[in-house]
């Protein structure tokens, strides 16, 4: 959502609401990368948002239902090869918001954070402790960046 701030300025406050809800990795995704180019589009976020909420609903629902059956066993995700699904949907994502060498920094440090907090710590906190690593690296880097800009004068 953050993110999408400088893209919405003036979003009233009664839209808000409807534009967090469908605020999800894949939306949000293809249309921030449409915002950087100049053509985004508050509509087309809400309708491919909407549709991938309905998507979501309605699949979970079809698990619900189908939980006595096969997806009752723990273990189905991985031998049915879904529990991939979420790395594919990371790599497609990163493609599409990869911005060119700039990101390798950022996406190192996160990276590497990631995998040493994965590997030192029990739990899910190698996902936090990799994005604030990378969220922070990439924030001192542009900062930099602008400290050493050469300012524009006028003579």
Excluded: C
């Excluded at 999800?24 to 909420?53: C, H, P, T």
């Excluded at 029990?122 to 922070?136: P, R, S, T």
């Amino acid at each position: 959502g953050a993110a999408l701030q400088p893209h919405l300025p003036r979003l009233p406050w009664y839209v808000q609401p409807a534009i967090w809800h469908v605020t999800v990795d894949q939306n949000w995704a293809v249309n921030i990368a449409e915002y950087r180019r100049g053509r985004g589009d508050r509509g087309k976020f809400l309708g491919g948002g909407s549709v991938m909420v309905l998507i979501w609903s309605a699949s979970t629902l079809l698990g619900h239902l189908a939980a006595a059956g096969v997806l009752s066993d723990p273990t189905a995700a991985r031998r049915l090869g879904l529990d991939f699904v979420g790395i594919a949907v990371f790599v497609v994502v990163a493609t599409i918001l990869f911005r060119g060498k700039r990101d390798f920094g950022p996406w190192g440090v996160a990276m590497g954070a990631a995998f040493a907090t994965k590997w030192l710590v029990a739990g899910n906190w190698y996902i936090v402790i990799g994005g604030l690593a990378g969220g922070l690296f990439g924030a001192w880097q542009d900062m930099r960046q602008l400290k050493h800009k050469p300012h524009d004068r006028e003579s």
